[in-house]
């Protein structure tokens, strides 16, 4: 079962509107992470947060913000869309991995898949 | 910086037959090393991980994996693919430096004919 929601799964929006993705998650992570996704393509991490008020750019540069105000939301907001901006986007996030690695276990949502005409 | 290679974008299989996906890593240490599926529409599923030890690793669903630092791949297998395996599967890698901010591969597309 998903312990990581996201909302809306399929959105189709115009040019030039504001868009917010929502992430929640119910496991208590204090990490969490959004991926973009393009069809057949890998996955680039686009922002983290590893706590409230805390967060950071990923691997690819991203027109989008996100913010951290409460452990469980991790929203996503796009201020004026574009359609190089479809793509699907997932939310991620992960609890405290073994004491000696540094990489821990992420816990995927079902994503959001955002079409911009 | 670490890197990960899916050397095949598309593997197709008959039901019953053994499947094997490969995953070459690039990383000057011990890498951290993941594999995950992702069935259409859905996000992505963990079906195993390897941190550190016995070099073949147990996942879920009957699949397993075998580190291989010689050969710098990390490399999925499975003796007898059912129909519902069909779906895109990636590899992973985290290393210690980045925390647990993975690096993904391209992804292998798999499809199962009956």
């Known amino acids: 079962e998903a312990d990581i929601y996201q909302t809306p799964r399929y959105l189709v929006i115009g040019t030039g509107k504001k868009i917010t993705l929502e992430c929640s998650q119910t496991?208590?992570?204090?990490?969490m992470y959004w991926y973009q996704q393009d069809p057949g393509m890998e996955l680039h991490l686009i922002h983290y947060?590893?706590?409230?008020?805390?967060?950071e750019k990923g691997d690819l540069s991203s027109e989008s913000t996100v913010s951290r105000i409460r452990t469980e939301h991790f929203p996503l907001t796009l201020e004026s869309a574009r359609p190089s901006h479809t793509s699907q986007y997932l939310c991620?996030?992960?609890?405290?991995?073994?004491?000696?690695?540094?990489?821990?276990?992420?816990?995927f949502g079902a994503g959001s898949r955002l079409t911009v005409l | 910086a670490q890197s990960v290679t899916q050397p095949d974008i598309h593997i197709t299989v008959s039901e019953g037959a053994s499947l094997e996906l490969r995953c070459n890593y690039s990383?000057?240490?011990?890498?951290?090393l993941f594999w995950y599926v992702q069935s259409p529409g859905q996000g992505l599923q963990l079906l195993l991980k390897?941190?550190?030890?016995?070099?073949l690793v147990q996942g879920i669903k009957g699949f397993e994996a075998e580190f291989k630092r010689s050969q710098s791949s990390f490399n999925l297998r499975k003796p007898s693919v059912h129909w519902s395996d069909a779906a895109e599967y990636f590899c992973?890698?985290?290393?210690?430096?980045?925390?647990?901010?993975?690096?993904f591969g391209e992804g292998t597309q798999l499809t199962v004919n009956p």
């Open positions: 390897y941190f550190s030890g016995d070099t």
């Open positions: 991620a996030s992960s609890a405290p991995g073994l004491a000696r690695s540094g990489a821990n276990v992420l816990t």
């Open positions: 990383y000057g240490a011990t890498p951290y």
């Open positions: 947060s590893y706590g409230v008020n805390s967060t």
């Open positions: 496991m208590g992570h204090d990490k």
């Open positions: 992973a890698v985290g290393a210690r430096a980045s925390g647990s901010r993975l690096t």
